[in-house]
Nanobody, 127 residues
Framework: QVQLVESGGGLVQAGGSLRLSCAASGRTLSNYAMGWFRQAPGKEREIVTAINWSGDITYYAEFVKGRFTMSRDNAKNSVALQMNSLKPEDTAVYYC????????????????????WGQGTQVTVSS
């Protein structure tokens, strides 16, 4: 079992920045694909970004390209999401997720393919 705990959410003005962290326990994350998702009220959970085992391959949803950066530190068993130039439409609960089933080069972008989820952290961007 993998336990994931997100932190770093909060209230920020439009144009500001936040850095989310996701710490894992129970298993090493070095052979897990990882992802960040978000869910706004009344909307489905959607992929924000994903990263492969070693961190050299990433995927970004179009709406965050050039603004968000995902990284991982396998030695610290954690992933991070640096969010810059935040917009009110980025307001959502952000979740990190871990998937043990895919090969080392895969980035996983589908909600249903992830086995482990954190509890989420609220990000609110005011206009």
């Amino acid at each position: 079992q993998v336990q994931l705990v997100e932190s770093g959410g909060g209230l920020v003005q439009a144009g500001g920045s936040l850095r989310l962290s996701c710490a894992a326990s129970g298993r090493t994350l070095s052979n897990y694909a990882m992802g960040w998702f978000r869910q706004a009220p009344g909307k489905e959970r959607e992929i924000v970004t994903a990263i492969n085992w070693s961190g050299d391959i990433t995927y970004y949803a179009e709406f965050v390209k050039g603004r968000f950066t995902m990284s991982r530190d396998n030695a610290k068993n954690s992933v991070a999401l640096q969010m810059n130039s935040l917009k009110p439409e980025d307001t959502a609960v952000y979740y990190c997720a871990a998937d043990p089933h895919h090969p080392p080069k895969a980035v996983v972008t589908t909600v249903n393919e992830y086995d482990y989820w954190g509890q989420g952290t609220q990000v609110t961007v005011s206009s």
